[in-house]
């Protein structure tokens, strides 16, 4: 019987994630060697599919190198724009587990999930169903590391890829870091590592054991930070990097519901209740998303961006009104849902022109930095505003609940 939890972290890490949505998307690929990546002379590799890495094919490796060491792979532009688009898909999931999601880049991010056990079960649990409700919605594997910190949470993630879950349980800190090299200590790249292993330490349980002052002596100010990392010890805390940019609502049935009229019954609660929570928060919804999910967990949007932006449940319907027409209603679905997003605040001036930009919020979040860093590596305008869902659930997985759950 180990301690019970107390501070909870997840790190969610997509597997394989560009390869993995153009094999998603383009079946004939899948099974095959996909790498991602820069295809002119001094292109890199983004991303290789797991079938290409037995041929020595990793991120970063250049491109004439993947293209010598895989000959018959299948060689793909990265299409950044897309990609972000299901990044801020498997954010908006996240979101729906912890109020706190703190993403790295486009593919990973960390969770914390601190006190979630009364309400969702074991940590290992409920990091299982996670994953599975990405499969399911997204069709994409995810690997999850758990732990009580955010370094060893990171490490555990990647210890057993892809479709891994590696659960570092309380009290357990040492134990499990022990045994591995010590490349993966945080701040240990190639060239630090010739120097920790020259002093007789190549794994993180030998830094552990180590004098701290000798390894400060020795490695300055490094020394105390591994000293402090191989013990567990990290005091970071996730930090809150998404603004709730959209507000949405939706509702799981307990049968199976065709057509446009049933829909748009099943979403005129939700859509008083999105209107109501804009209200409250003096915001108006510049876009108004749609979401259904079929019988066979195949999910769907459909957008709509407006001319004038709403804040009342009317409008809002008018526009998903719309957005059935566009969508096939004619198959069960499962889940109805919507969301109201490109939010604005209601006092701020709405300028004249329908092409003005959307306002900038203030208040700039991790997801922004990693945003730019894409528009910077894939070029300007291949980005387009990812906004961050938080879904009131109406209907429940597994309880089947019919009454909001709290928002925040
Ligand atoms: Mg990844």
């Known amino acids: 019987m180990s301690a019970p939890w107390g501070p909870i972290v997840f790190h969610v890490d997509m597997d394989a994630f560009y390869a993995a949505i153009e094999q998603r998307d383009r079946p004939t690929l899948r099974g095959q060697p996909v790498i991602v990546g820069g295809l002119g002379a001094r292109g890199v590799v983004s991303t290789a599919s797991y079938e290409a890495r037995p041929f020595g094919v990793h991120s970063a490796l250049p491109m004439y190198l993947a293209r010598q060491r895989c000959p018959q792979g299948v060689f793909l532009t990265p299409r950044g724009a897309y990609y972000a688009e299901v990044s801020r898909q498997v954010m908006a999931i996240f979101g729906r587990y912890s109020p706190t999601v703190e993403p790295l880049s486009l593919d990973e991010a960390f969770l914390d999930m601190t006190g979630t056990e009364a309400l969702m079960g074991p940590p290992e649990k409920t990091a299982a169903r996670l994953q599975r409700e990405i499969k399911a919605e997204l069709d994409l594997d995810a690997s999850i590391g758990v732990a009580s910190v955010k370094y060893i949470a990171k490490v555990a993630s990647d210890l057993h890829k892809p479709r891994g879950l590696t659960v570092c349980p309380p009290g357990e800190e040492r134990a499990f870091l022990a045994p591995l090299p010590i490349e993966r200590l945080w701040g240990v790249g190639k060239k630090t590592a010739v120097r920790v292993r020259?002093?007789?330490?190549?794994?993180?349980?030998?830094?552990?054991?180590?004098?701290?002052?000798?390894?400060?002596?020795?490695?300055?100010?490094?020394?105390?930070?591994?000293?402090?990392?191989?013990?567990?010890?990290?005091?970071?805390?996730?930090?809150?990097?998404?603004?709730?940019?959209?507000?949405?609502?939706?509702?799981?049935?307990?049968?199976?519901?065709?057509?446009?009229?049933?829909?748009?019954?099943?979403?005129?609660?939700?859509?008083?209740?999105?209107?109501?929570?804009?209200?409250?928060?003096?915001?108006?919804?510049?876009?108004?998303?749609?979401?259904?999910?079929?019988?066979?967990?195949?999910?769907?949007?459909?957008?709509?961006?407006?001319?004038?932006?709403?804040?009342?449940?009317?409008?809002?319907?008018?526009?998903?009104?719309?957005?059935?027409?566009?969508?096939?209603?004619?198959?069960?679905?499962?889940?109805?849902?919507?969301?109201?997003?490109?939010?604005?605040?209601?006092?701020?001036?709405?300028?004249?022109?329908?092409?003005?930009?959307?306002?900038?919020?203030?208040?700039?979040?991790?997801?922004?930095?990693?945003?730019?860093?894409?528009?910077?590596?894939?070029?300007?305008?291949?980005?387009?505003?990812?906004?961050?869902?938080?879904?009131?659930?109406?209907?429940?997985?597994?309880?089947?609940?019919?009454?909001?759950?709290?928002?925040?």
């Open 198 to 408: 020259a002093l007789g330490l190549s794994t993180i349980g030998d830094v552990a054991g180590a004098d701290p002052r000798w390894l400060e002596s020795e490695l300055k100010s490094l020394g105390r930070h591994i000293h402090n990392l191989a013990h567990g010890r990290d005091a970071r805390m996730v930090e809150r990097g998404v603004e709730r940019k959209s507000i949405g609502a939706e509702r799981t049935l307990a049968q199976d519901v065709t057509g446009k009229s049933a829909v748009l019954d099943l979403l005129r609660p939700l859509a008083d209740s999105v209107a109501a929570a804009l209200r409250k928060k003096e915001r108006l919804a510049g876009g108004v998303r749609l979401k259904v999910k079929y019988a066979d967990f195949q999910l769907r949007t459909r957008d709509e961006k407006l001319l004038a932006p709403v804040d009342n449940a009317d409008a809002i319907l008018e526009v998903l009104a719309r957005l059935c027409d566009r969508t096939d209603l004619a198959t069960p679905l499962r889940l109805v849902g919507l969301a109201a997003y490109d939010l604005v605040e209601r006092q701020a001036p709405q300028q004249g022109s329908l092409f003005a930009p959307a306002p900038v919020p203030q208040k700039r979040g991790a997801l922004d930095a990693v945003l730019d860093q894409v528009t910077e590596k894939f070029g300007k305008g291949a980005v387009r505003r990812a906004s961050h869902e938080v879904h009131e659930r109406f209907g429940d997985l597994q309880h089947g609940a019919d009454r909001p759950d709290d928002p925040s």
